[in-house]
């Protein structure tokens, strides 16, 4: 009778080895399945679920089936759906989603009644108020406090448990208390705290965690590796009774430590779970041997790991690709010509993916696949335009208002970089308006009525800034940028003394994102058709959400290297593998840094885990391109590829 369902799963073409049969068989107590990229873990866990229903008789609505992004829970689903011996209502009364997504569903069974903030900008505008309040809104980034906060949370630290060891902690303490506090006054949750909200629940109310237990008799935990502290405590308590509790990862794969995910808690399950059944699995079966071989090569030059090589089922197939084009601009050009050929050729779009380690590195090829007008659709957290990004955001404001002066809401918006607030902005707004408009220039008359209440220095230097913003709109729009950083208005400097007090990593990536703006700007002749461009990309962002529910559109997809993980695609593009993007700028700064000798390897660890990632997601065909220049400097081709490649110089890197 096992051996029946082995057989339906290999007349649906997967024939499972032995250590996959073994972690399907292992259905009671607790097991650790530790295994390389592709090599079968999710397919073992659906397997294993189809096992537990067909051959074991096992309730599908006691089995919890936990994954950790969106993007792979509905692929997940959509397995689920196809494994043989399932029939589509046991598969569907299985609980299968991410741990946001169950916890939210517990939550509110039990009655919470919250709402979910799940926006980012509403976050920032939260941090910011309170910054304000504390007078110390140019001292902080929003972004790295909000990171700073969630990785407390993700390690159930409360803001009465935080080491206050410094001034800067004491600081950020009270913002986090304030922000635990404005959120609670308007009840709303972060995504953190449905986490924490579980663990209590789960802590204090021991009925309500038996009713789960009950409930929830099998459970199954995909990704494990990229577990936080909290999530790992909640999974233990959901399962200290049955301990029927199968957890699958790959140590290598572990890339979200910035938000406080440790492989830990997986490397130590047996030390929790003493008699735990260990299985390893080394055969990929997903990719080609020339990608298995770059995966492998790649992820060896890590001191820190379990070690493990993987072998390879699939015949010789095409080699790895490389490209070097020279620049981002030429790299999009590129790969849509080469989207084009294989479209050409009768190849699906779904099949393609796009890896890039940061949204700022997507930007020129989402714009390129818009102009060629190839389908595509872009996954991750953000929903926003690159140029909505709050460090770009002020740059496009100021371009708005050169064009045109009357733009009240693209003045507030930008009040802060002419270091006048946006209250006494929008004051002096409302003041003009009860006087009546009698010009077309709202830019300049509300700056001269600022201007006028100083005096000396300050009053001059907002006339010269008035000056400067209507010379912008008669310039090319790179010029215009480059005049927004440096002349003037120096935007720059400001976001420097913005950064100088902080404990950020964030200034290489704002520094970054102003480059790639200028350079998407490049090729406009004015502003004012680079805003009309910038319009056209905002729509095709607005329309993401609507084109990500449909799961089978025939689009190319675009993602983050984070968002990519567990998936898989034919053919994979890996742009921007340079140094400083790919192992990227701030961890080669928090590597330099002397004090933190251990951080040091772990941020370019952590980076080159990335780079694994991203290639083993390419079944049949992989390209690496590693542009020559990047923010106008000359940039070498990204350690990860030159180790593992034995490539002698650039020259035979073609
Ligand atoms: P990742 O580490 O990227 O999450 P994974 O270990 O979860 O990878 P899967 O996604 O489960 O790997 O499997 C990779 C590919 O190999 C899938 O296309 C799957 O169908 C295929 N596969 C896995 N096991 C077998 C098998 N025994 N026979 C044939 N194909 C298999
Ligand atoms: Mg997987």
């Known amino acids: 009778e096992k051996e029946f369902y082995f057989q339906l799963l290999a007349d649906y073409g997967i024939t499972l080895n032995e250590p996959q049969q073994e972690a399907v068989r292992a259905v009671d107590g607790p097991v650790l399945i530790i295994a390389g990229a592709g090599s079968g873990k999710t397919t073992v866990l659906t397997a294993k ?118 001034d800067i902690k004491t600081e950020l303490r009270y913002v986090y208390e304030q922000y635990e506090k404005i959120k609670a006054d308007e009840n709303l949750y972060d995504f953190d705290d449905m986490l924490l909200e579980v663990y209590y629940l789960f802590m204090f109310e021991p009925s309500i965690l038996n009713k789960y237990q009950s409930q929830f008799e099998y459970v199954l935990c995909d990704e494990f590796q990229d577990s936080s502290k909290v999530q790992y405590e909640i999974i233990q308590m959901l399962t200290s009774a049955k301990k029927n509790l199968c957890i699958v990862g790959d140590d290598d794969q572990t890339i979200y430590g910035f938000r406080s995910a440790s492989a830990s808690y997986m490397i130590d399950f047996d030390k929790a779970y003493p008699n735990c059944r260990k299985v390893i699995m080394d055969i990929n079966y997903r990719s080609n041997p020339d990608i298995v071989g770059l995966g492998n090569s790649i992820i060896n030059v890590n001191k820190k790991r379990i070690k493990k090589t993987l072998k390879v089922v699939k015949p010789l197939g095409q080699q790895v690709n490389f490209l070097q084009p020279n620049d981002n601009e030429e790299e999009a050009r590129n790969i849509v010509k080469e989207i084009k050929t294989k479209q050409a050729a009768g ?126 709109a008669k310039m090319t729009a790179p010029r215009a940028i480059r005049e927004i950083r440096l002349g003037a208005i120096n935007y720059e400097r400001h976001l420097e003394l913005d950064q100088r007090k902080t404990l950020t990593v964030h200034k290489e990536y704002t520094l970054e994102m102003l480059d790639e703006c200028e350079q998407a700007a490049r090729g406009f002749d004015s502003p004012k058709s680079f805003l009309g461009f910038i319009e056209r990309v905002k729509e095709k962002n607005d329309e993401m959400e609507t084109l990500r529910s449909q799961p089978d559109i025939e689009a190319v997809r675009l993602m983050t290297i984070h968002a990519s993980k567990g998936l898989e695609f034919k053919t994979v593009f890996v742009i921007g593998a340079t140094e400083g993007i790919l192992p990227h700028a701030a961890a080669l700064e928090s590597s330099k840094r002397e004090d933190t000798d251990q951080n040091d390897q772990s941020a370019i660890e952590e980076e080159r885990r990335l780079a694994y990632v991203a290639v083993t997601r390419a079944k049949e065909e992989l390209y690496i391109s590693s542009p020559r220049m990047n923010r106008n400097n000359t940039v070498k081709i990204s350690r990860f590829i030159l180790e593992s490649m034995n490539v002698e110089g650039v020259d035979s890197f073609v």
């Open 347 to 472: 190849a699906s779009l779904k099949d393609i993916s796009i890896l890039y380690r940061t949204h700022t590195t997507g930007r020129a090829i989402f714009e390129h696949l818009l102009l060629a007008d190839i389908p595509f659709i872009t996954y991750g957290r953000s929903n926003e335009s690159f140029y909505e990004n709050s460090f770009v955001r002020p740059l496009i404001d100021l371009m708005r208002l050169s064009v045109n002066p009357m733009d009240a809401d693209a003045l507030i918006s930008a009040a802060p970089i002419l270091y006048i607030s946006k209250t006494e902005a929008e004051a002096t707004i409302d003041e003009i308006s009860i006087d009546g408009f009698d010009s077309k220039d709202l830019l300049g008359k509300v700056l001269k009525r600022i201007a006028d209440k100083k005096s000396g220095f300050a009053q001059k230097s907002i006339l010269k800034k008035i000056d400067c913003i209507n010379s912008l």
């Open 49 to 166: 679920i189809g096992y537990m229903i067909h051959t074991k008789n096992i309730d599908p609505s006691k089995i919890l089936l936990v994954t950790f992004t969106k993007k792979a829970s509905v692929e997940m689903i959509e397995r689920l759906a196809r494994i043989p011996g399932l029939n589509r209502s046991a598969s569907r009364a299985v609980t299968a989603g991410t741990y946001h997504s169950i916890f939210l569903n517990i939550l509110r069974q039990e009655g919470y009644n919250f709402r979910v903030l799940s926006s980012e900008r509403k976050r920032h505008y939260i941090i910011k108020t309170i910054l304000r309040k504390m007078n110390r809104q140019d001292d902080y980034a929003p972004e790295t406090i909000l990171s700073v906060i969630s990785s407390w949370k993700n390690n159930m630290i409360r803001p009465i448990d935080v080491d206050v060891n410094s």
